[in-house]
Structures are given as structure tokens and as C-alpha cells.
């Protein structure tokens, strides 16, 4: 059974940094793609980045660009998300999702339907932005 427990989210000022980590088990880790969602009061889902583990191969929105980076430590089957310089918008309920290979193509240059019909979700960890 796939697990994903998110874990780090907090509240910080804007400007601030916070570090998301995400712990899996129950599937073959480093064949997947794993990736941060993110959804705000009555705004839609939207798909944050995503790494694919087998070679570290990284997909960013282009709203986090250059602040948030994702990395991956095969040998604890856990992705982290670094969030820096954040703003209030990106306050949110921060989801893990794990992707099976069967869905996806490296590389990822986008989050496609596959992502919402036939990934695993965590339960999220919600990360709130003070201005």
C-alpha cells in the first residue's frame, strides 16, 4: 500500500523559508515521479514540482521557479521541497504525490491528468504565509 506522509509545514512570515519533506513507503520509490501539489481555500489544486527519482530529472511551475527546489534521498525514500523567499499566495495545503511509471514520460515537462486520476495523495501539510 503507497504511504506518503508529508510533514514541515508551518506558519512563516513572507520572505521566510520553510523545508516540506515527504516520507514513502509501500512502492517501488525510485521508479516513480513524486511531486508537491498545492491547494488554497476555494482555488484549484495546482502542481507545484516533481522530481523523477530514478535520475533526479526536475519539473518546476513557473510561479515557484527559482525559490522552491525539490530534491530526493533514495536511501530514506523521502522528497523534500526547499521553499524559499515565500509569498502569501503560497500559502496552502501542501500535498506528496507519487506517480507509478506506468503514467508518466521522462522528462516531465508538465502536471497532466494522470497526476490527479491515477497518482497517490498524502494527506497534505499546510503551510500558511504571513504578510
Known amino acids: 500500500e503507497v504511504q506518503l506522509v508529508e510533514s514541515g509545514g508551518a506558519l512563516v512570515q513572507a520572505g521566510g523559508s520553510l523545508r516540506l519533506s515527504c516520507a514513502a513507503s509501500g512502492f517501488a520509490f525510485a521508479d516513480y515521479a513524486i511531486g508537491w501539489f498545492r491547494q488554497a481555500p476555494e482555488k484549484e489544486r495546482e502542481g507545484v514540482s516533481c522530481i523523477t527519482v530514478s535520475d533526479g530529472s526536475t519539473y518546476y511551475a513557473d510561479s515557484v521557479k527559482g525559490r522552491f527546489t525539490i530534491s530526493s534521498d533514495n536511501a530514506e525514500n523521502t522528497v523534500y521541497l526547499q521553499m524559499n523567499s515565500l509569498k502569501p499566495e503560497d500559502a496552502a495545503r501542501y500535498y506528496c504525490?507519487?506517480?507509478?511509471?506506468?503514467?508518466?514520460?521522462?522528462?516531465?515537462?508538465?502536471?497532466?491528468?494522470?497526476?490527479?486520476?491515477?497518482?497517490?495523495w498524502g494527506q497534505g501539510t499546510q503551510v500558511t504565509v504571513s504578510s
Open positions: 504525490v507519487a506517480l507509478s511509471p506506468a503514467w508518466f514520460v521522462r522528462p516531465i515537462r508538465s502536471f497532466g491528468r494522470s497526476w490527479y486520476n491515477f497518482a497517490s
